[in-house]
């Protein structure tokens, strides 16, 4: 095998190990578990950094980079429409985090 095949094959699976770590931390998450949530989110981050990898929207938006935690809207961030921008405020920590809103 070639090292680049190699180093494709390293970050597929690093991949879908976020993606399994996404799911776990958001059950967590959803059941009130937010000290473990947070464990895997911290794997999640530790993960994409080390194979570069860019986290999809939809993970970023549930993920707060202050504390770590899993954003639950409506349970720990609240979510409002901005001036045509998505601002999510991360209850635990108070920061903000925007998107533009398509
Ligand atoms: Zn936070």
Redesign the pocket.
């Known amino acids: 095998m070639k090292r680049s095949d190699k180093k494709k094959l390293a970050r597929r699976i690093a991949k879908e190990r976020i993606r399994i770590l996404f799911s776990l931390a958001e059950s967590y998450a959803k059941r009130g578990d937010l000290d473990i949530s947070s464990r895997y989110v911290e794997l999640i981050l530790k993960i994409a950094r080390k194979y570069n990898i860019r986290l999809p929207r939809e993970m970023k938006y549930r993920i707060?980079k202050?504390?770590?935690?899993f954003i639950i809207p409506g349970k720990n961030a609240t979510v409002r429409l901005k001036k045509g921008k998505v601002v999510i405020k991360?209850l635990?920590?108070?920061?903000y985090k925007r998107y533009p809103y398509k």
């Open positions: 707060c202050k504390c770590n935690c991360c635990e920590c108070d920061r």
